[in-house]
């Protein structure tokens, strides 16, 4: 039985809560009442639920889709890349105020 704080999502105008089952048949989309969010959740065959995903919509449409295929552990080395490269370019912005930082105070006082 599922948990009274959740309710299950039966019909969407563009039927996301099928779609989904397109990446795990057994995930399924809830409204949590108490978070007032969405989340998907993975049913197993005791009827056990794991939480998939909070996604990050107020509404589900194809956001949702897009946002569970980018976020698949398949895709875990592509997303670990996208933040390396992410981080890289935080350090070298950083760096590079650092220098002209530098640059300024050595022309004022040199």
Known sequence: MINPKYMKMVVDPFDVHIRVRDFVPSWRIYWNRLKQ???????????????????PFDQI?????????KHRVNNLGKIIQEIEENNADVLRRQFQQNASFIEDIARKHF
Do not use: F, G, K, P
Request: no cysteine; hydrophobic share 45%; net charge negative.
């Open 37 to 55: 969010r969405y989340e998907v959740h993975d049913i197993d065959v005791n009827s056990r639920i794991t939480l998939v995903a909070v996604l």
């Open 61 to 69: 449409d194809q956001r949702t889709i897009d946002y569970l295929a």
